[in-house]
Nanobody, 125 residues
Framework: QVQPVESGGGLVQAGGSVRLSCAAS???????????VAWFRQAPGRDLDFVAA????????MYADPVVGRFTISRDNAKNMIYLHMNSLRPEDTAVYYC???????????????WGQGTQVTVSS
């Protein structure tokens, strides 16, 4: 089991950048090894949307179309951390961002077993 813990959200102006972090914790120390880790987001009144995902072993990544070219997901094996680098932010990127982990590498939120509590990102125009 692993418990993702997000950090790094906040208020940023349109066009700015933010880096979100996702740490692995758990009863046995927690590690993302052998997991795929994804970021999802949920804006007020909207469904949970896929943002990006990465495989721990190979580092393969995939992105939702609205963030391609602006967001980058990365991992730090030594620190056991996942990051979401968000550039050229837009007001429509405002949402609560969640980190999720599972053995399956997918865009489907329903396939992810382990979820963090979320971190708010607000982009002002």
């Amino acid at each position: 089991q692993v418990q993702p813990v997000e950090s790094g959200g906040g208020l940023v102006q349109a066009g700015g950048s933010v880096r979100l972090s996702c740490a692995a914790s758990g009863a046995s120390g927690g590690t993302f090894r052998n997991y795929a880790v994804a970021w999802f987001r949920q804006a007020p009144g909207r469904d949970l949307d896929f943002v990006a995902a990465i495989t721990w072993k190979s580092g393969n990544a995939m992105y939702a179309d609205p963030v391609v070219g602006r967001f980058t997901i990365s991992r730090d094996n030594a620190k056991n951390m996942i990051y979401l680098h968000m550039n050229s932010l837009r007001p429509e990127d405002t949402a609560v961002y969640y980190c999720a982990a599972d053995e399956y590498y997918t865009r489907s939120a329903s396939q992810y077993t382990y979820w963090g509590q979320g971190t708010q990102v607000t982009v002002s125009s």
